[in-house]
């Protein structure tokens, strides 16, 4: 039982263009999302997260989209670099659960081509 | 730098024998977490602590796999009697509790292999 998806396992994209990285869940209690960005060998790294009262997050080159009714949610990029190259995976919580533990997706390998 | 900080990195392991993982999570945060990661596959949560109560466990979480936080500072996992199934990367991760929803920082992982 899948709760979060990620459809695409890989995304190749021009440096300088707009990366977007998609992310579907099945579970309408979830109020809470992220995105982490991994690196061969190491653990996830914190991108950026969004509230389930707002539809939208900026920070610098990231942004992340959030459409509640098609339980769907974005990270774009732009413009898109070398070094973004890495598995992003996006996490959904939920806060009845009472630990905010996160439930991942199975992760999207973007390779961004100098 | 006061980072999530896993050890071992990496071990190696003959089926049957015990090991021990060790997290030190940042120190103002008292929210942990386990995670095991396999290959092509994104984090599966394992348990959860906070301070040192552990409020949840993964159905994951085999009678074999045990988790502690003594003092509500560092914590360990002990899989006793390993299998090859259980070559995976541990991770540790911790947060807040300042905030109702905050984000998790994760350590380097230990990777285990089972041979």
């Known amino acids: 039982d899948q709760q979060v998806k990620q459809n695409s396992p890989s995304l190749s994209v021009q440096e300088g263009r707009i990366s977007i990285l998609n992310c579907d869940y099945t579970?309408?209690?979830?109020?809470?999302f992220l995105w982490y960005k991994k690196y061969p060998a190491e653990g996830p790294t914190f991108l950026i997260s969004?509230?389930?009262?707002?539809d939208k997050n900026e920070d610098g080159r990231f942004t992340v989209f959030l459409n509640k009714s098609a339980k769907h949610l974005s990270l774009h990029i732009v413009p898109s670099q070398p070094g973004d190259s890495a598995v992003y995976f996006c996490?959904?919580?939920?806060?009845?659960?009472?630990?905010?533990?996160?439930?991942f997706g199975t992760g999207t390998r973007l390779k961004v081509l100098a | 730098d006061t980072g999530v900080s896993q050890d071992p990195r990496h071990k190696i392991t003959k089926r049957g024998q015990n090991v021990t993982f060790r997290c030190d999570p940042i120190s103002e945060h008292n929210r942990l977490y386990w995670y095991r990661q396999t290959l092509g596959q994104g984090p599966e949560f394992l348990t959860y602590?906070?301070?040192?109560?552990?409020?949840?466990k993964s159905r994951l979480l085999s009678d074999r796999f045990s988790a502690e936080r003594p003092k509500g500072s560092f914590s360990t996992l002990e899989i006793q009697r390993t299998e090859q199934g259980d070559s995976a990367m541990y991770l540790c991760?911790?947060?807040?509790?300042?905030?109702?929803?905050?984000?998790?920082?994760f350590g380097q992982g230990t990777r285990l292999t089972v041979v």
């Open positions: 969004i509230s389930s009262i707002k």
């Open positions: 579970n309408s209690m979830f109020d809470y």
């Open positions: 996490a959904a919580s939920e806060a009845t659960s009472g630990t905010y533990k996160y439930i």
């Open positions: 602590f906070q301070n040192e109560a552990q409020l949840e």
């Open positions: 991760a911790s947060s807040s509790p300042n905030r109702g929803h905050t984000e998790a920082f």
